[in-house]
């Protein structure tokens, strides 16, 4: 079973803090993304990697960055945490389309961050 | 661009009722279309999926199949529990891309 693993559940962090959200998975899945998730907003794509050192902006990319040193890590980077950026984040990983199948996205169970 | 719709919610319904929620997409390519559903507190989770026109997808009682005549993707099940009160997503991923496209999710609550 593929696991995709979020470093926190919870998470309260100060307006003005640099806040790193970690994630992991272990089935060497070459792609992984960032979402954020908001009552009324649905899922909304942050950051997304095909590979080791690259990343591609998503639909609401500002205030965020990323980093992926290694193909099993994708961290999301809050460079000035706002209050607006209090959400659920969830990770998740995938097999490429290019690999003869559909692979579904992995979802981690997600890490609901707090900014006061 | 590559869309889905779903119905909207709250969808409520009694246990042992039958489920439908609808979903629909737009798309340029060939997509895998993929049904999710969340528990309170938790992730998403891949209920089922189906990769070509008139594929079935099943799981723990869920069906959908994908319809490409009238581009749709309806989740059913025949008899609901309280165990399956949840969000729902329908999903597309186009063959020759990488990204999803979310539907916005329908809220389900069974009673007893």
């Known amino acids: 079973d593929v696991k995709v693993t979020q470093s926190s559940r919870y998470l309260v962090k100060r307006t003005g803090e640099k806040v790193f959200l970690e994630c992991v998975q272990d089935m060497d899945h070459e792609n992984m993304f960032w979402y954020r998730q908001d009552p009324g907003l649905g899922l909304r794509l942050i950051y997304f990697s095909y590979d080791v050192k690259m990343k591609e902006k998503g639909d609401i990319p500002e205030g965020y960055s990323v980093s992926r040193e290694k193909k099993e890590r994708f961290s999301l980077i809050l460079e000035s945490a706002s209050t607006n950026q209090t959400s659920m984040y969830l990770c998740?990983?995938?097999?490429?389309?290019?690999?003869?199948?559909?692979?579904?996205?992995?979802f981690g169970n997600g890490t609901r961050l707090t900014v006061t | 661009g590559d869309s889905v719709t779903q119905m909207e919610g709250p969808v409520t319904l009694s246990e042992e009722a039958f489920l439908t929620i609808n979903c629909t997409y737009t798309a340029t390519g060939y997509p895998s279309l993929f049904w999710y559903v969340q528990y309170p507190g938790e992730g998403l989770q891949l209920l089922l999926k189906a990769t070509k026109a008139d594929d079935k997808g099943s799981n723990k009682g869920f069906e959908a199949t994908y319809r490409k005549e009238t581009t749709s993707f309806h989740l059913e099940k025949g008899s609901v529990q309280v165990s399956d009160s949840a969000v729902y997503f329908c999903a597309q991923r186009d063959n020759y891309g990488q990204n999803f496209v979310f539907g916005p999710g329908t809220r389900l609550s069974v009673l007893p």
């Open positions: 998740a990983s995938s097999s490429p389309t290019g690999t003869g199948n559909n692979s579904p996205l992995h």
